[in-house]
């Protein structure tokens, strides 16, 4: 648990300890990892609590009569108790285990989805929402002869608040919307948009997939009604995410999808479906996934979700000065309110060449469309180059990485 009395001192040296991959080399050089808004690196915890439960207690659970079974159900259950403590929800039960973000927001589209939208409904999403946030929302409003309406924002990469509140009318069911942007780092004003989607009674669902590892997040004080996110993002293993939703609407939709563990009772005539969250993961869950999650979450608490969000903040702010000075580089998406990714294009040059040039200095980021076509059309851009930050990355590495850019663009010029 985090004390709010208690204010820990970071020391990134000690964290950066505790990450094994960040001391290998690559191209003969020290890697450095800026891109952590694809995946971020594991610590030695995780890793050994993956590890030692394949170890000790790899079984398949609930239902086992036997020990190692019953000690791999206990863990498992307590990682939704973790995850509600991590999010601040009301009770565990509303913590479903996903494969990630794109499964949660895709069973939150099948199954409230389809339940709440018809003919001429409305869904609202934002322009710089990722492809797993657009596409699942663009299937259910083909299939249902609905609208999907995309909030416009700012040549800084802000959501315009005043056209949203137009767009909100009886017509919309749901809002979908990201915490913060992949992409541009744009911290949006959730709490905010959901107070005004709720005036008009619509849900909201929030992307947290860049969010949770960031900043505190309380879905309760933010009163979001669904809530997604990916462990890998945040020091967790692949494979294993969460939607959380509102006891209220869970209990209310129908299943995601069907077979063991999500029913109470199956019969050829007729099947009785399991209580929440049980009834929508079906098939054997990813126990090792819920594992690591839980291990992740006691890391991230005993560092300071704080003291992470006061470092990359520091980290981000001094990345952007240091690009600033690189003529011909132009920083895309200059909000206000930032953290997490730095997306720029160069002059001239493509971002690919230059996420590659940059590889061979040691310095791993990622180029392209960073799975937001959409956003990247709203600046009339093919792609942008994006260096994305976790707790552990220094100013020193933002020294390599300036100086790796420098020699890019002039090996490339
Ligand atoms: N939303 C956002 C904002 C993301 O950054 C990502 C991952 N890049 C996703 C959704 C999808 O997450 P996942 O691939 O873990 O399902």
């Not at 609930?62 to 108790?81: F, N, P, Q, T």
């Not at 049980?278 to 839980?294: D, H, Q, R, S």
């Amino acid at each position: 648990m985090e004390t709010a009395l208690v204010k820990k001192i970071f020391d990134v040296d000690q964290v950066r300890k505790d990450f094994p991959i960040l001391s290998r080399e690559v191209n003969g050089k020290p890697l450095v990892y800026f891109d952590n808004a694809a995946t971020s690196q594991k610590p030695l915890s995780v890793i050994n609590a993956l590890d030692n439960y394949y170890k000790t207690c790899n079984s398949n659970i609930h239902r086992g009569v036997y020990l190692i079974s019953a000690e791999a159900s206990e863990a498992y259950d307590k990682a939704k108790d973790k995850v509600k403590e991590f999010i601040g929800a009301k009770d565990s039960s509303e913590i479903i285990f996903t494969r990630g973000t794109t499964e949660a927001i895709n069973l939150a589209a099948y199954s409230y989805g389809r339940q709440s939208v018809t003919e001429g409904d409305e869904v609202i999403i934002s322009t710089m929402e990722h492809h797993s946030n657009i596409v699942p929302w663009q299937v259910l409003c083909d299939e249902k002869k609905a609208k999907l309406k995309i909030i416009p924002i700012t040549d800084s990469g802000e959501i315009i608040m005043d056209e949203y509140k137009k767009m909100l009318n009886e017509k919309v069911k749901l809002v979908s919307i990201c915490h913060i942007s992949n992409s541009i780092g744009t911290i949006n004003p959730v709490k905010e948009i959901i107070k005004l989607a709720h005036e008009k009674n619509i849900p909201i669902l929030v992307d947290g997939a860049q969010a949770v590892h960031h900043t505190k997040v309380d879905v309760q004080s933010l009163d979001a009604d669904f809530y997604a996110f990916s462990a890998h993002k945040m020091y967790g293993p692949m494979g294993i995410g969460v939607l959380y939703g509102k006891a209220e609407l869970l209990e209310q939709m129908p299943p995601y999808q069907t077979g063991g563990d999500m029913i109470s009772s199956v019969s050829f005539e007729k099947t009785d479906y399991n209580e929440i969250p049980m009834k929508f993961e079906a098939g054997t869950p990813n126990v090792e996934g819920a594992i690591g999650l839980t291990e992740a979450i006691d890391y991230i608490n005993s560092i300071g979700r704080d003291q992470i969000h006061e470092h990359e903040k520091e980290i981000l702010e001094y990345a952007t000065e240091e690009i600033e000075q690189i003529e011909s580089v132009k920083i895309i998406g200059t909000a206000r309110n930032k953290t997490g990714s730095l997306s720029f294009i160069v002059e001239g040059l493509s971002a690919l060449d230059i996420g590659i040039m940059l590889d061979t200095f040691g310095v791993a980021v990622r180029t392209g469309h960073h799975c937001t076509e959409p956003l990247m059309r709203r600046f009339k851009i093919p792609g942008t180059v994006r260096a994305s930050f976790a707790m552990y990355n220094t100013k020193e590495e933002i020294d390599v990485f300036t100086s790796a850019l420098r020699k890019s663009i002039n090996i490339l010029k």
